[in-house]
């Protein structure tokens, strides 16, 4: 029996496999559920020993455990180093769920639950492959290693320093990366690059207290105001950011970049109609795809001041916050665009007012993988022959940590191989996963692993970086 043959027969078997993975609720941010991450990372482990790979370990970290295993007998074969995470978002709101967000239900071709998308399913299917190779062939066509962390949903708060202190464990030549999701469901596509971000909290202050509108109105700066006319000079009249140095160091787009991007099939009034929006902003210029993916942005996610209960209070607010983040594009470095924001509101702040930051430790820089990479070359090829279109370069206009810390902590690059698509609501209620894609992913990644196996570890040597 061929790889394939056995992932065809044991298909029913995958799928009831991960209906028990997803009732496990490994939500990473809330404690309560403390429990449930240790159930779900013994799962991982267990899945591991029962597909055959070998040195299964469940490493601690100051947070939530990674798990471990390889199956290294490959020879000169490339060390392939697969990434997912077992952890997943919080369920609210539960009234929201057609079916209970940890009882995973079958409808029309999708299964659904908390986390099947993002991104258990994905993450499940190299671990399926793996096993119908060692089950039928004894061996696998690369050395394999997995590395499956329990934070990616509340920001790989210790991966870097996890992925440092095992950095001899887990060097490689290449990661391929089952979360990242595909862009569409109508494309075949594959992720080359993702933007930075840095973000940070402002609070301003006015006065030591809270003041009567009557008494102190018109004679005392109202922090509320303060901070919006401040938040308003973040950008100018056409939508470009005003942050003094703010573009200086953007790697502006090259035309054949642009002209890739226009190739793209892309419904911008669809794109609104499905968020409700009127029109587009933004800085101009530039289309709506090249402003997701080719230019940084700066938004204010979140403002708060004074009273916002029912009824009437004429207050005066003394304080006010702001959460403020940047998504960050070649070659801009989140320490300096931090630098820059910082600078910006001590000068434009009412005079009076007194401002605080509070930097809530997300940081990470832009990342994208060669065009000629040889993982990259290998995916694309497979995806043409399995999906009958060459698949399209799409970028990621969110930010993903775990391409820069693979690449300043092993000095290797990451390429997307994820088989959960943007449309399947995770973080959101109802969030599901395609069986068919399953399928799928079990054809691509096992002649994925087949044709990276013809390649030799020296192959990978001109991308390393110095890790």
């Known amino acids: 029996m061929t790889p394939e043959a056995y992932l065809e027969a044991n298909a029913d078997r995958f799928v009831d496999e991960l209906r028990a993975f997803v009732r496990i609720p490994s939500i ?58 077992y952890d997943v978002q919080p369920a609210d709101p539960l009234e929201d769920w057609a079916s209970p967000p940890f009882e995973p239900e079958v409808r029309d071709g999708r299964l659904y639950a908390r986390g099947v998308s993002d991104d258990k399913g994905p993450m499940v299917i190299p671990l399926n492959v793996a096993e119908a190779f060692l089950r039928t062939n004894g061996g696998l066509p690369v050395n394999l290693k997995f590395v499956i962390e329990g934070e990616e949903e509340m920001g790989s708060a210790h991966l870097a320093a996890g992925v440092r202190e095992h950095r001899d464990r887990l060097k490689a030549d290449v990661v391929l990366s089952a979360d990242g999701a595909q862009w569409r469901p109508d494309l075949v596509t594959v992720n080359v690059a993702n933007r930075g971000i840095v973000s ?51 790697r502006p787009p090259t035309n054949a970049e642009r002209a890739a991007m226009a190739a793209i099939p892309f419904d911008e009034a669809a794109y609104l109609a499905a968020v409700g929006a009127a029109s587009p902003i933004g800085e101009p210029g530039y289309t709506t795809l090249e402003r997701q993916w080719l230019r940084p942005t700066l938004d204010v996610n979140g403002l708060g001041s004074g009273y916002q209960g029912p009824g009437v209070k004429t207050v005066i607010p003394h304080r006010a916050q702001a959460k403020i983040s ?14 820059l924001l910082v600078r910006h509101c001590e000068r434009h702040a009412l005079g009076s007012a007194r401002i605080a930051f509070a930097d809530d430790g997300i940081g990470m820089p832009p990342a994208r993988v060669r065009e000629d990479h040889p993982a990259l070359a290998v995916v694309e090829d497979v ?17 993903i940590p775990i391409c820069g810390i693979f690449r300043d902590a092993l000095g290797i690059e990451t390429v997307f191989l994820s088989f959960s698509t943007a449309d ?44």
Request: glycine letters at 8%; aromatic letters at 8%; charged letters at 25%.
């Open 28 to 85: 990473s941010t809330d404690p309560a559920y403390a429990d449930a991450i240790d159930d779900a990372a013994r799962f991982v482990a267990d899945r591991m020993e029962n597909a055959g790979l070998e040195n299964v370990a469940i490493l601690p970290t100051e947070g939530h455990p990674l798990v471990y295993a390889d199956w290294l007998h490959a020879g000169d074969a490339p060390t392939v180093l697969v990434y997912g995470h």
């Open 200 to 250: 940070l909290n402002l609070s301003l202050t006015t006065a030591a207290k809270d003041l009567h509108s009557g008494r102190y109105g018109g004679t005392v700066a109202n922090a509320a105001h303060a901070l919006a006319r401040l938040v308003a000079s973040f950008h100018d009249e056409t939508g470009r950011v005003a942050i003094a140095g703010f573009y200086d160091d953007v």
């Open 326 to 339: 940047c998504r960050l594009v070649p070659d801009q470095m989140p320490e300096r665009i931090r630098a």
């Open 383 to 399: 995806l043409e022959e399995v999906r009958g279109a060459r698949p399209l370069r799409v970028r990621m206009g969110g930010s």
């Open 424 to 467: 399947e609501d995770f973080h959101a209620p109802n969030e599901f996963f395609r069986l068919a894609s399953m399928r799928t992913g079990h054809i691509v990644w096992a002649r994925s692993f087949e044709r990276l196996g013809r390649q030799t570890a020296a192959d990978y040597a001109p991308f390393r970086h110095a890790g």
